[in-house]
């Protein structure tokens, strides 16, 4: 079965959006320059 390219994107983006909210307060406790 091959995953259009644009589902892939989508899913990725979805993904990096995911683990980037889920990462942000450690980020900001590192690195406080808001």
């Not at 989508?10 to 889920?22: M, N, P």
């Amino acid at each position: 079965m091959r995953i259009s390219a644009g589902v892939l994107n989508f899913l990725k983006v979805d993904l990096f959006k995911g683990v980037r909210h889920a990462c942000a307060p450690l980020v900001w406790d590192a690195y406080p320059l808001k």
